[in-house]
Nanobody, 117 residues
Framework: QVQLVESGGGLVQAGGSLRLSCAASGSIFNINRMGWYRQAPGKQRELIAAITSGGSTAYADSVQGRFTISRDNAVYLQMNSLKPEDTAIYYC??????????????WGQGTQVTVSS
C-alpha cells in the first residue's frame, strides 16, 4: 500500500500562486508515475500534470505554461497565474504496475484550492 498526503491548498486571488506538496509513504517502490488530478464541482476528475519515474513530465492544455510538476523526496505542483476556473479539489496520485493486479492507483485525501476573482 501507498499512502499519500497532500498539503498547500488554500484561498488565493486570481493571478496569484500556490505550491502543493504530496508526501508518499508505505511501500513506495516501483512507482511508475506520480500525478496531480483535480475535480471541480459537477465535473469529472481530470489529470492535469504527471511525472514519470524517468523524470518526463506532461500537462493538460488548461495548465500548460502555468503549472510545474517536480519531485525530490515529495511531489510538488507549483501553480502560477491562477484563474478562478482553477478552483477545485486537487488530488495526488501514484500509479504502478503490480503483479496479479495490473495498474494500481493510489490517492491522497485531496486539498482544496479556491481562486477568487
Amino acid at each position: 500500500q501507498v499512502q499519500l498526503v497532500e498539503s498547500g491548498g488554500g484561498l488565493v486571488q486570481a493571478g496569484g500562486s500556490l505550491r502543493l506538496s504530496c508526501a508518499a509513504s508505505g511501500s513506495i517502490f516501483n512507482i511508475n508515475r506520480m500525478g496531480w488530478y483535480r475535480q471541480a464541482p459537477g465535473k469529472q476528475r481530470e489529470l492535469i500534470a504527471a511525472i514519470t519515474s524517468g523524470g518526463s513530465t506532461a500537462y493538460a492544455d488548461s495548465v500548460q505554461g502555468r503549472f510545474t510538476i517536480s519531485r525530490d523526496n515529495a511531489v510538488y505542483l507549483q501553480m502560477n497565474s491562477l484563474k478562478p476556473e482553477d478552483t477545485a479539489i486537487y488530488y495526488c496520485n501514484a500509479r504502478r504496475y503490480e503483479m496479479g493486479r495490473g495498474w494500481a492507483d493510489y490517492w491522497g485525501q485531496g486539498t482544496q484550492v479556491t481562486v477568487s476573482s
